[in-house]
């Protein structure tokens, strides 16, 4: 069992980048899937959910409007969009899924917002 995140990187105020998560090793679109962030110094939150099936999505107040949460049950991704960076975003992202019997976590990848 695996997620795999990607997509992270250096970029300015107002600006967007793309992540992405790929999972392996467990049934992907049986299973939501979640996207946290942690700051330095702050404790992990959540930033954006979906379901298996990608009917249903949330999302923090601090990124709605601007991050879209979306999968691809045919690759066994997920992704969010961020757009209209701040650099209160910056944060390294871990993609999470929940399997009952396990909690998984992706590696994380460090998204940084400076000019």
């Known amino acids: 069992v695996q997620l795999v995140e990607s997509g992270g990187g250096l970029v300015q105020p107002g600006g967007s980048l793309r992540l992405s998560c790929g999972a392996s090793?467990?049934?992907?679109?049986?299973?939501?899937m979640r996207w946290y962030r942690q700051a330095p110094g702050k404790e992990r939150e959540l930033v954006a959910g979906?379901?298996?099936?990608?009917?249903?999505?949330n999302y923090a107040d601090s990124v709605k409007g601007r991050f879209t949460i979306s999968r691809d049950n045919a690759k066994n991704t997920v992704y969010l969009q961020m757009n209209s960076l701040k650099s209160e975003d910056t944060a390294v992202y871990y993609c999470n899924t929940d399997l009952s019997y396990k909690m998984v976590w992706g590696q994380g990848t460090l998204v940084t917002v400076a000019s």
């Open positions: 979906i379901t298996g099936r990608g009917d249903s999505t």
């Open positions: 090793g467990f049934s992907f679109s049986w299973y939501d």
